[in-house]
């Protein structure tokens, strides 16, 4: 038996969204969110720490008749940790095109180069926690998934998910699901 103490983490989240449709096929928005985010540990003092976030998100969306949509988007993100000294200013500058054919199969790609400029620790806890297991410096990440209605209660997903840094190999990932709705 080992005792590791009692855990606790909670997360507040306000959120701010803003659409305008400049144009038939564009829409422009802006998201605002503000998040804390706590942890505590009894045993493990590197698992106390209390996170600030705000988080601004601009996104230009072109849709034409429902069958393409793209979209590109910036997200600019600060964190700090109140109870430490680690601090991020994340820049993500993405893009995500997503393909429908009729009702039976969606196709939706993305990519994104995020800029970690981190102080502290990144092998830490929080470090981690704050870069969402990214590094510091240049980021890549990319998605592709399949979603295909089989039957009308059968349904498969595939997702592919890649991640580079600056100084490691590409992480690549993958993921096969057959779902079945009674």
């Known amino acids: 038996y080992v005792y590791t103490g009692t855990e606790y983490r909670d997360s507040d989240s306000f959120l701010l969204q803003t659409r305008y449709k400049v144009l038939q096929d564009l829409i422009a928005s802006f998201d605002t969110e503000l ?3 706590k942890s505590d540990s009894e ?6 720490y209390k996170l600030n976030n705000i988080k601004l998100t601009p996104k230009i969306t072109y849709q034409t008749d429902k069958s393409i949509i793209a979209s590109l988007f910036y997200n600019y993100q600060n964190k700090k940790n109140t109870t430490g000294n680690e601090r991020l200013n994340q820049s993500d500058l993405g893009t995500e095109i997503q393909w429908n054919n009729s009702e ?4 939706l790609g993305t ?5 970690n400029k981190f102080i ?3 092998e830490s806890v929080v470090g ?3 870069m969402e297991g990214l590094r510091a410096g240049n980021n890549f990440v990319w998605q592709l998934q399949l979603q295909r209605q089989i039957t009308s209660f059968l349904q ?3 997702s592919y998910d890649g991640r580079k840094t600056e100084t490691n190999k590409p992480i690549h990932t993958g993921s096969v699901q057959v779902q ?3």
């Open 35 to 37: 998040m804390s985010i």
């Open 43 to 48: 045993l493990f003092a590197t698992r106390r």
């Open 104 to 107: 039976k199969m969606t196709l």
């Open 111 to 115: 990519f994104s180069y995020i800029n």
């Open 120 to 122: 502290g620790n990144q």
């Open 128 to 130: 981690n926690q704050m």
């Open 156 to 158: 498969l997903n595939i």
């Open 180 to 182: 079945a709705r009674f």
